[in-house]
């Protein structure tokens, strides 16, 4: 397997501020991560592809200058969710590729007030 | 494009029972990657298995087994003697495996299915 790390697990913030989170892959290096959205009781829905060294690839109805993506290194890729409100609470999860298979992070829980 | 199909959405069992996840999907690529997945409650995805599109050999792995049929595109998983450690939220997925193309190694997800494993 491969081990892939999220940071913060957690986050509570005020509406109108900017959350980075980190996601870490330990023991690989992951050329494409991908960040996901899961709401209670669903499934994950991708939102974007992060390649090193190159701009993200956002699927349709994601917007990217809210949700910047930056893929500086073959270990780490950062979410931040600008200008956050409650709508933007959630749980996020980060995945990074290894050999065709997607090895995930324990997820972050965003909560806006 | 790529679809794939959880019919169950929750399944409860009792502890020692053997229990089987449904899983049909659907694409017009001939080489695709299936996946299973285990989401327990404390949130983090599992990576459960692998299997290429060429390769129709049913797996075993301890209680955990897998039948795939590219005749009925369904790729089935049955845990048996099922345990309390297995609750949790079970997703199947697919992703195209040739390089290019705006597909690449994305996975396409199934709506999970929770199972409940009572003791």
């Known amino acids: 397997g491969a081990v892939v790390s999220q940071h913060p697990s957690w986050v509570i913030c005020k509406s109108g501020t900017s959350v980075k989170i980190e996601c870490r892959s330990l023991?690989?290096?992951?050329?494409?991560m991908f960040w996901y959205r899961q709401f209670p009781k669903q499934s994950l829905m991708l939102m974007a592809t992060?390649?090193?060294?190159?701009?993200?690839?956002?699927e349709q109805g994601v917007e990217k200058d809210k949700f910047l993506i930056n893929h500086a290194s073959l270990t780490l890729s950062t979410l931040t969710v600008t200008s956050a409100h409650p709508e933007d609470s959630s749980f996020y999860i980060c995945?990074?590729?290894?050999?065709?298979?997607?090895?995930f992070g324990p997820g972050t829980r965003l909560t806006v007030l | 494009a790529q679809k794939v199909t959880q019919a169950q959405t929750e399944i409860s069992v009792v502890e020692k029972e053997d229990v089987t996840l449904d899983c049909v999907y659907e694409?017009?690529?001939?080489?695709?990657?299936l996946f299973w997945y285990k989401q327990p409650p404390s949130g983090e995805l599992v990576f459960l298995i692998r299997?290429?599109?060429?390769?129709?050999q049913n797996e075993i792995s301890g209680r955990y087994s897998w039948n795939f049929q590219k005749s009925t595109s369904s790729f089935n998983f049955t845990i048996t003697a099922s345990q309390v450690v297995d609750s949790a939220v079970y997703f199947c997925?697919?992703?195209?495996?040739?390089?290019?193309?705006?597909?690449?190694?994305?996975?396409?997800f199934g709506q999970g299915t929770i199972l409940t494993v009572h003791p």
């Open positions: 023991d690989f290096q992951a050329t494409t």
């Open positions: 995945s990074g590729r290894k050999e065709d298979t997607q090895y």
């Open positions: 694409t017009r690529d001939t080489t695709y990657y």
């Open positions: 997925a697919l992703s195209v495996s040739h390089a290019g193309g705006t597909s690449y190694g994305k996975l396409t």
């Open positions: 299997r290429n599109s060429f390769d129709e």
């Open positions: 992060s390649n090193e060294g190159s701009k993200a690839t956002y």
